[in-house]
């Protein structure tokens, strides 16, 4: 008899052998299965058969139940999960946790449960509706059942007034019966999938706009590419009709019964988008994302993988999602941070998405203002097409130049400085709204003793706590540690303790102190805590003019703002000399999605950064001649200091309780690389990790550094094979990263 092989969520990176559920059919691969592990059960995925194991006989276990009849992923898709378990180095089962909803990974059914259905016997099928003279309301509710076709649910029939003590006088008189349901349900049945009989002939909803000169030169040449794997990389401004574009590209997949998948970096954030697409098409839109319920997100899977769903519109792990017509891969503002999961399965979603349509040979669209260097250096290369969108639809509306605004010995109220203040006065008296970034939130990032220079540090991190005003409180936003603020400095007694720097509260007091009346709207991740304040907030900033809106990231990302004619970023040299190498893409980045918020509509924009380096070249160049030229300079700098995308990287991370256990666990792990290390990889450190103490555990780092991919995967492989087997690492929590993308 031959072994079913299946994936299950353990670190362990293979698969275990059962043997098959005794008298039932052998099952398809694809299929869910419970199975005894240890001393719990699990459920795992069937993943194919072998005819022996390495494993004696007597130490197989049985495998319990199947739990579809059919399977949950097509042949094709498998083999692309496979493939991410075999790229990332993780086990098949750490996939799974990422591409099967929670509620099918716990062993529910895929279809939801059906209500029961009262039906007639045999009985009363033929029973003439004179018996029941004595109970004319049993009577009638009998005839109802007789004269419907189809049985009816309980709720049904309660509703048309029949109660559940006359359903059961009749079930009493062997007149009715519940109806039987089948206790496993049906798969899939991938070949036939169903279609929506009842959608309107017609893909669109609402006419679509006239595209200008530009946006059709870009749409002639996309539609063409359709049908073969051809990536494209679509480079336009903000605001310059990318997102258009996308929906009437999607339109003629929608016309050719195709599926669209749309990866967004964070949908609860653009209520906007989902909106948008859902109003252009009479087909199902469903949205994939964190904040969704397990049960949402089962429903939008379902429909997803029957072929129901005609666009999918998603977050990161959206790229999982099954789709047996998929058409075309998109993915918007392609260089944001958030494509890449930071742990467990640290896949890059967009990488994915690359890997996904070449397999599907289907035409994928990285869409982005600034694209990532990883993304341009291959529409450079020729390897992607290099589209642009130079201009914005709109007659005259420019994209306003940002510029530097030198803060050096100049006095700051809170963050702000005299000319930005002269600005934002004139924007606000011409009854505009000022949009100001700020990305720290709290009210200041550091409180301070004046009389001693004790500083609140965080007990548990090598970080300092931040003060928030509202609730008052000092909390280290890397540790999420929270404490009561002090009311005098525990160092000195009598030192007076005060704000150092700004937070997003702390700009906010300064700006409702200045203009006592006007509107200032803050977006931050303690002003908005859920959909409903987003939806709160952006109705509000909708109503209200002039107005001041200050912000986060939150605030910099997708939205449309067309009465913002100001907008800055109050500060641009975090990023400047960091000793991340992405720091400077990063910075450019920010500032460019920020002038991207100013002048959307007829109404000219000024954008103003402030900062200490205004004369830093690459600021200069950026605010001059654009992203762009920015971003191949430091490109040309990636290449001659050998970093990605000119080499491949892997991280090794661990952490404990102790520094001396971490540290001996890296050292030996750097000791076998080294031995081990014939291709002449760099190998760097191990060294601490950028904050040493965190959450009260030691965390380290070791990174691999190759000029071609397959060597670096090599040494990996036998690096993990060693992990694996060294009793030190049990000791320690460790984890691998590649392409790793914070790294300081
Ligand atoms: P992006 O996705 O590049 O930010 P959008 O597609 O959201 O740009 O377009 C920005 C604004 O311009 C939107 O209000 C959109 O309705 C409008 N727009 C886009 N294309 C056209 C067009 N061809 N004619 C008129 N308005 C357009
Ligand atoms: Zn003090
Ligand atoms: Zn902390």
Redesign the pocket.
């Known amino acids: 008899m031959p072994l079913i092989q299946v994936a299950l969520a353990t670190p362990l990176r293979r698969l275990f052998d059962y043997w098959p559920v005794a008298g039932e059919p052998l099952p398809a691969v694809g299929v869910r299965v419970k199975v005894p592990f240890g001393n719990r059960q699990m459920i795992g995925l069937v993943m194919g058969q072998v005819a022996a194991s390495d494993l004696p006989n007597n130490r197989i276990k049985a495998a319990l139940a199947y739990l579809d009849t059919k399977p949950l992923f097509t042949q094709h898709h498998l083999d692309f999960l496979r493939w991410v378990a075999s790229y990332y180095h993780q086990p098949m089962g750490e996939v799974l946790q990422a591409a099967l909803p929670a509620l099918l990974r716990q062993g529910q059914n895929l279809h939801p449960p059906q209500e029961p259905r009262w039906e007639l016997t045999e009985l009363g099928k033929t029973t003439p509706l004179s018996e029941l003279q004595r109970a004319p309301r049993q009577a009638n509710l009998l005839k109802l059942l007789q004269t419907s076709a189809q049985p009816k649910t309980q709720k049904a029939l309660q509703a048309e007034g029949y109660s559940l003590a006359m359903l059961q006088a009749l079930q009493t008189k062997n007149l009715i019966a519940l109806q039987k349901l089948a206790t496993k349900t049906q798969g899939i049945g991938l070949p036939q999938l169903p279609l929506d009989e009842h959608l309107p002939k017609s893909v669109l909803a609402e006419v679509p706009?006239?595209?200008?000169a530009e946006?059709q030169q870009v749409m002639q040449i996309l539609t063409k590419k359709l049908g073969t794997f051809s990536p494209a990389l679509l480079q336009?401004?903000?605001?310059?009709?990318?997102?258009?574009?996308y929906l009437q590209l999607i339109q003629q997949l929608l016309e050719a019964g195709q599926q669209v998948l749309v990866l967004i970096p964070e949908i609860g954030l653009t209520p906007q988008t989902l909106k948008r697409f859902e109003q252009r098409f009479n087909r199902r839109v469903v949205s994939m994302h964190s904040a969704m319920t397990d049960k949402e997100r089962l429903d939008a899977w379902r429909s997803a993988m029957q072929g129901r769903a005609a666009v999918v519109l998603g977050t990161r792990s959206a790229i999982f999602t099954p789709l047996p017509k998929l058409g075309l891969i998109i993915v918007d503002e392609e260089h944001d941070t958030s494509f890449k999961q930071q742990d467990g399965l640290r896949y890059q979603a967009r990488d994915l998405a690359v890997l996904r349509a070449k397999q599907e040979n289907i035409p994928i669209l990285l869409?982005s203002?600034t694209p990532a260097l990883e993304t341009l250096v291959k529409a450079k290369d020729g390897a992607y097409l290099w589209l642009h969108?130079r201009q914005?639809?709109?007659q005259g509306v420019k994209v306003p130049e940002p510029k530097l605004l030198d803060i050096r010995n100049r006095k700051l109220f809170g963050g702000f400085s005299e000319p930005l203040l002269l600005a934002m006065d004139k924007h606000l008296k011409a009854d505009n709204q000022v949009l100001v970034l700020l990305n720290r939130r709290g009210f200041a990032p550091v409180l301070m003793c004046t009389g001693c220079g004790w500083i609140a540090g965080c007990l548990h991190c090598d970080s300092r706590m931040t003060w928030h005003k509202e609730p008052p409180k000092l909390h280290c936003h890397h540790c999420d540690q929270q404490q009561p603020l002090p009311t005098s400095c525990p160092q000195c007694v009598d030192g007076e303790l005060k704000p150092l720097g700004v937070g997003t509260e702390r700009a906010e007091e300064v700006l409702l102190e200045r203009y006592p009346d006007i509107p200032v709207i803050r977006l931050d991740r303690d002003s908005v805590r859920n959909r409903n304040d987003l939806a709160a907030k952006l109705e509000q900033i909708a109503r209200q003019r002039p107005a001041i809106l200050l912000g986060t990231q939150m605030l910099a990302k997708g939205h449309?703002f067309p009465d913002v004619t100001l907008a800055t970023l109050l500060n641009a040299d975090h990023g400047l000399y960091s000793s991340d190498p992405r720091a400077m893409e990063r910075t450019a980045q920010l500032i460019i999605q920020v002038a991207?918020r100013a002048g959307?509509e007829e109404k000219p924009g000024e954008v103003i950064i402030q900062t200490h380096h205004s004369d830093d070249p690459r600021l200069e160049k950026l605010c001059i001649e654009g992203y762009e030229a920015l971003a191949l300079d430091l490109l040309d700098e990636r290449q001659k200091t050998n970093w990605p995308p000119y080499a491949y990287l892997a991280m090794f991370r661990a952490e404990a309780p102790k520094t001396e256990q971490v540290d001996a666990l890296m050292r030996l792990l750097a000791g076998q690389a080294n031995a081990l290390n014939q291709e002449h990889l760099t190998l760097l450190g191990p060294v601490p990790a950028p904050m040493e103490r965190r959450q009260g555990r030691y965390h380290m780092q070791f990174l691999l550094h190759a000029k071609k991919r397959a060597p670096l995967h090599r040494l990996v492989a036998q690096l993990l094979s060693w992990l694996e087997k060294s009793p030190e690492a049990r000791r320690v929590r460790w984890s691998l990263d590649i392409d790793p993308e914070d790294l300081f």
């Open positions: 706009l006239t595209l200008t946006q336009g401004v903000t605001g310059s009709g990318k997102t258009e574009i869409g203002a969108l914005r639809p709109a449309h991207g959307r």
